[in-house]
């Protein structure tokens, strides 16, 4: 079979044996896959993730040394089952899976490791008991971005969101894209987004977002003002909290403790936004921390790479709350599948261009400092190289 192969940093078309399905594996033929940033990190960080990935117990995790079949983004049809497999489908039904499977007791990362090669190929292996059926009616093109609207849907479930509350974008990559789109679906009524790109700009606007500003000239954090109004200093809380106790306490017998928690039941108490950092370069977190009003609630979903740092004094005075986030759970995978395939959630708008395995190459450097490009999907059926 033909695959696309990660070595030192460089792709190249190869031809690989057909794999054989093992126990509890199930052999599938790729119809799409989606070239995902994690993709484009583990080209040339790989090595950095795979020491990181080491510490938190995890040792198989792609080297650069390693030749590598990547892809973890992917929908297909079935072809065969392995031993001990409960063969639910019929060969030819098209499937997503969750991209992880288990050589004997040991675990795998589809697509990020030498022991799972992945889905940048025609056909891959599957764990059957992690493999859902595609519903009926819903393309290959908007199955395969199951794994990574996954993501988004995890990481807004992780933010807590209400829908009177204000979520600010940052970064309007395919997953700051997709978190738009996650809100939205949500309920969430007021979303800003910021992006250098004009481009990836005017797909947030498609995405759904409400406010989108480019950060160059206009202040993502003014923009929320325009939605609600935002204590940012800290003195703020006090001026509030005395203001509240003043009103409440000609109330005979209301401790204040009690108008407290009333005072922030009804809001008067300051409550910042839900800032969701989805770009993953140093640097960006302590410029939200900075600049994010009093009481945010920051929810890191970008991968940074490198080393970062951020002022814990400046997010302890303005009482940020960190958060970060990592992929998802089998359940959310599943339950992404059927809010894509029933319509409450469209993610057609990431999906920019589809190529053949012989465009990857072109698409990697491409997508590196895309201007128009959101979602690559790859066809290996297909012979288009360009985007």
């Known amino acids: 079979m033909r695959a696309v192969a990660c070595r030192d940093g460089q792709l190249e078309v190869v031809d690989l044996p057909t794999p054989t399905p093992g126990r509890g594996q199930v052999l599938i033929r790729v119809t799409r896959a989606g070239i995902c940033g994690s993709d484009l990190h583990a080209r040339t960080h790989c090595d950095e993730s795979a020491a990181v990935a080491d510490e938190v117990g995890y040792d198989a995790f792609m080297r650069s040394s390693e030749s590598v079949v990547m892809g973890h983004e992917f929908t297909g049809d079935v072809v065969s089952y392995g031993p001990d497999c409960r063969r639910r489908w019929a060969p030819g039904t098209p499937v997503v899976s969750v991209p992880m499977i288990k050589h004997g007791d040991d675990a795998h990362l589809t697509g990020l490791s030498a022991r ?25 093109d908007l199955a395969a971005l199951t794994e990574p609207m996954a993501v988004a ?13 204000v979520a600010v974008v940052i970064g309007c990559g395919p997953i700051g894209l997709a978190v738009i789109l996650m809100l939205k679906a949500a309920g969430v009524r007021s979303v800003v987004a910021a992006d250098l790109s004009a481009g990836r700009r005017d797909l947030a606007r498609r995405c759904g977002a409400d406010v989108v500003v480019d950060p160059t000239t206009d202040s993502p954090w003014e923009a929320t003002t325009q939605k609600r109004r935002y204590v940012t200093q800290a003195s703020g809380l ?8 003043h009103e409440l306490q000609r109330i005979p017998g209301v401790p204040w403790a009690k108008v407290m928690r009333v ?36 929810v890191v979903v970008g991968v940074c790479m490198q080393p970062d740092t951020f002022r814990p004094a400046m997010t302890i005075n303005k009482e940020i709350e960190l958060r970060f986030v990592f992929a998802y759970d089998p359940g959310e995978f599943h339950d992404t599948l059927h809010m894509i395939a029933d319509g409450k959630v469209d993610p ?27 979602k690559v999907l790859i066809d290996p059926t297909s012979d288009v190289v360009d985007l």
């Open 348 to 374: 057609g708008p990431l999906i920019t261009a589809t190529i053949g395995l012989g465009g990857v190459v072109a698409a990697f450097d491409a997508l590196s400092s895309a201007e128009h490009h959101a």
């Open 263 to 298: 005072a922030e039941r009804v809001g008067a108490t300051p409550q910042g936004p839900v800032v969701f950092e989805c770009v993953g370069v140093p640097g960006i977190i302590e410029d939200i921390v900075s600049h994010a009003p009093f009481r945010s609630r920051v």
């Open 116 to 140: 799972a090669p992945g889905a940048y190929a025609d056909l891959l292996l599957v764990s059957e008991d992690l493999t859902m059926p595609v519903p009926d009616g819903l393309s290959a």
């Open 238 to 245: 006090f001026d509030t909290a005395f203001a509240a106790m």
């Open 153 to 165: 849907h995890h990481a807004v479930r992780r933010g807590e969101v209400g829908k009177r509350d």
